[in-house]
Nanobody, 126 residues
Framework: QVQLVESGGRSVQAGDSLRLSCTAP????????MAWFRKAPGQAPGRDPE????????????YYGQSVQGRFVVSRDNPRSTVYLQMNSLKPEDTAVYLC???????????????WGKGTLVTVSS
């Protein structure tokens, strides 16, 4: 089991920027593909979280969801076993619990991820 811990979520105003972090156990390094997903408030329990971004083992093969393309930037620091999500020009519709996930291949599908964090809440007010 790989424990992922997200941090950085808080309440902000529309137009603000925010950076989320996701830390894996020390030594994890580039062992996994890392991704961010999100669940909006009130989302139905059985519905898949929305894909936000994915980044390959060494920072290559980066993909973004359409709703965040051009505003969010994903990066990783393998020596620190940490992945980041820089969120710019935030909108109220970005309000969600942001979840970090780790898996074995580049994918946009949550079902292909093996490990998940518990999430960090981002609230964007207009």
């Amino acid at each position: 089991q790989v424990q992922l811990v997200e941090s950085g979520g808080r309440s902000v105003q529309a137009g603000d920027s925010l950076r989320l972090s996701c830390t894996a156990p020390e030594g994890t390094g580039n062992k996994y593909v890392m991704a961010w997903f999100r669940k909006a408030p009130g989302q139905a329990p059985g519905r898949d979280p929305e894909f936000v971004a994915v980044i390959g083992w060494n920072g290559e093969n980066i993909y973004y969801g359409q709703s965040v393309q051009g505003r969010f930037v994903v990066s990783r620091d393998n020596p620190r076993s940490t992945v980041y999500l820089q969120m710019n020009s935030l909108k109220p519709e970005d309000t969600a619990v942001y979840l970090c996930a780790a898996g074995g291949r580049i994918t946009l599908g949550p079902g292909d991820m093996n490990y998940w964090g518990k999430g960090t809440l981002v609230t964007v007010s207009s």
